[in-house]
């Protein structure tokens, strides 16, 4: 009972059904043990799980998920545990070495426990050839999946079905879950006016078809172009669309297909290798003959490292988080997105050049 | 949670075993930081295989890490230098630094190359599996068995200093020895481990012993009581697992210098068989 309101306080803590219907259930189940590689899927699973779950993750909010740092009650945890969910490309490489030491079987990859977040995502990046020594390309695509919250919901669809495999007689629970997720991603990307006018599904669709734009211009209602009741996360980002700025690491590939803004360069010389003098030199140049005045870097990162480059470009940071918990007031996925697309229009207001 | 335990302090006592063996010999010959310089040799080759395009944790790579090391061997036996007042220890401070620094200029070049120079210092003991304990072992019990065979050999080179002219051939294999070693250990526990591994046991029962058998039936008594020690100190608190086994051997040594100024102990400078 205690593990039951401790995670119902968390859920509260974290921002869970905030604005949105709560699966309400009576359940005295044991909640479903799950862990989870980085803090932003945990925080999807307790979303759609609610008080069914018991859920934690392995990284910390501001670890570079590519690397955690070893703690025995990594391998406890996962031994308990019904349920596992991994990016499940090359991002989380901790995590067969891991698995192996568990040995639990029911999540190792294959088992019934074991969910990728990846499954059925559309996938950028891939490489047409693969070589390390390009930096840490990722063989199968970008795997920071999440800088895209209609993918996301691929991500979240996956955990449900995770969790009506390990737990079928809550099967109901979950798909409430999941819905009510799904609104909630819906009504903040797109704004209530156009969720009422359209619905979310054929407004998701078209955002992933990338018509989104063109059939909101095109299309009128009460005499204005529908682009004009754009709200929410998109509403904002209209502010910086077709922006170019400077990105830190190969993160935001997601990102920039749905808000259209680009990373035309980034200060890593290529992905996962630190700046060299050389490269920082190109950069400047390219800043000052392009106007590029921004930098968007993820928050794991040596922010000096960051700050000197943009205090001899004269641009200006933008540090965010990549997980929930990686910022005060940042508790959720919700709050995560509002940091990006409000970091990003606040210092994106003027035109390039 | 015990037999999350056993995989760890196995592979630790299967270290430690050798580790305090050859320890004793090091801190009898002057030369401490010959294991840093190794360890870093051995780093330095897997690194460079890194960036031919070999990864990590493969034989191919293993091969790399043990030809730069047979390199180091060589280099090391033949730097007992004659009619000099620089020692031997300032060969291999400098190899050491330099080993490192190639490192890292390399893993520059490589993705996520400082990663892999952290981890390279503290290791990862706590996902070490069966199978690579099992590897490790039987390479150290095929040198445990040629350091007993040759034992005589061994102890003259460490503890008479006289016939260093005849003693190349002598001097490169135990280098050469000792280098395989440690790149074993170094992969699996990381250079500090390993380092404590290597000199604390052996300094603590020097403290109370002149005599090389006495010595190492106490370092291997001192070091697995840090090992498991430290290895449930690491499961009930959860920190990781490399560190804290250090601070344990370091502890230790703190305890074993009280001990020695209560009991008054004074078991004098002059290295016995």
Excluded at chain 1, 53 to 72: G, L, M
Excluded at chain 2, 35 to 62: K, N
């Amino acid at each position: 009972m205690r593990l039951l309101i401790a995670v119902m306080v968390t859920g509260w803590i974290t921002g869970y059904g905030e604005g949105a219907p709560t699966p309400v259930s009576q359940d005295l189940r044991e909640p479903v043990r799950v862990v989870t590689t980085l803090p932003v899927y945990a925080d999807i699973v307790r979303k759609i799980g609610g008080s069914g779950v018991e859920v934690s993750s392995i990284a910390a909010p501001n670890e570079d998920s590519h690397f955690v740092r070893p703690k025995p009650s990594f391998a406890v945890r996962i031994r308990r545990a019904e349920m596992f969910v991994t990016t499940g490309l090359d991002l989380e490489l901790w995590v067969p070495t891991l698995l192996d030491r568990a040995g639990n079987s029911s999540v190792a990859e294959g088992g019934r426990g074991y969910v990728t977040a990846y499954t059925g995502v559309d996938l950028l990046d891939i490489p047409t050839a693969v070589d390390r020594s390009g930096g840490d390309v990722h063989v199968f695509g970008n795997p920071h999946l999440i800088t895209d919250p209609i993918r996301t919901i691929q991500v979240a669809r996956n955990i449900t079905v995770g969790l009506k495999r390990i737990a079928p007689d809550r099967s109901s629970l979950w798909d409430a879950g999941l819905e009510s997720f799904t609104a909630e991603i819906h009504r903040r990307l797109f704004g209530e006016t156009l969720i009422e006018l359209l619905g979310g599904d054929l407004l998701a669709d078209l955002a992933l078809n990338g018509t989104l734009h063109s059939f909101l211009e095109t299309e009128e209602w009460q005499g204005s172009p529908l682009i004009q009741e754009l709200g929410g996360w998109l509403g904002v980002a209209e502010a910086f669309r077709g922006r170019d700025i400077i990105c830190y690491h190969k993160n935001w590939a997601y990102l920039e297909d749905r808000f259209g803004v680009r990373c035309v360069d980034y200060v890593e010389a290529k992905p996962g290798i630190p700046p060299t003098p050389g490269h920082v030199a190109d950069l400047l140049q390219e800043m000052s003959s392009q106007g590029l005045d921004v930098i968007l870097a993820a928050s794991y990162f040596d922010q000096r490292k960051v700050e000197s480059v943009a205090r001899r470009g004269g641009a200006t940071v933008v540090v965010v988080p990549m997980n929930p918990g990686g910022k005060e007031g940042v508790d959720d996925y919700f709050s995560l997105v509002d940091y990006w697309v409000n970091g990003l229009a606040g210092v994106l207001s003027r035109p390039n050049g | 949670m015990l037999d999350l335990m056993l995989a760890p302090i196995a592979a630790g006592l299967v270290i430690l075993a050798i580790h305090s063996y050859l320890g004793l010999h090091v801190i009898a010959r002057g030369v401490i930081f010959v294991d840093l310089a190794f360890a870093q040799i051995a780093a330095l080759g897997t690194t460079v295989g890194l960036m031919v395009g070999v990864e990590h944790g493969t034989p191919m790579s293993m091969g790399f890490s043990l030809g730069f090391t047979l390199l180091g061997a060589l280099a090391f036996s033949f730097s007992r230098l004659d009619d000099t007042v620089v020692p031997q220890e300032a060969i291999i401070g400098i190899t050491y630094v330099v080993a490192s620094a190639a490192v890292v200029l390399i893993a520059g070049f490589t993705a996520e190359g400082a990663e892999h120079v952290a981890e390279t210092m503290t290791g990862t003991l706590i996902w070490v599996t069966w199978p690579q304990i099992g590897r490790m072992a039987l390479v150290y019990a095929t040198l445990g068995v040629f350091y007993f065979v040759f034992r005589r050999r061994f102890e003259a080179l460490s503890l008479h200093d006289d016939s260093v002219h005849k003693a190349r051939l002598w001097d490169f294999l135990f280098y050469v020895t000792f280098g395989i070693v440690i790149s074993f250990s170094v992969a699996i526990a990381g250079v500090l481990m390993v380092f404590s591994a290597l000199v604390i046991p052996a300094v603590v029962a020097f403290l109370f012993t002149s005599r090389f058998l006495r010595a190492l039936l106490l370092a291997w008594a001192v070091g697995t009581v840090a090992l498991v020690a430290g290895v449930l100190a690491s499961f009930t608190l959860d920190v990781a697992t490399g560190p804290l086994l250090v601070c344990t051997f370091g502890l230790m040594l703190v305890v074993a210098l009280f001990v020695r100024w209560g009991t008054g102990i004074r078991p004098g400078s002059k290295l016995s068989v």
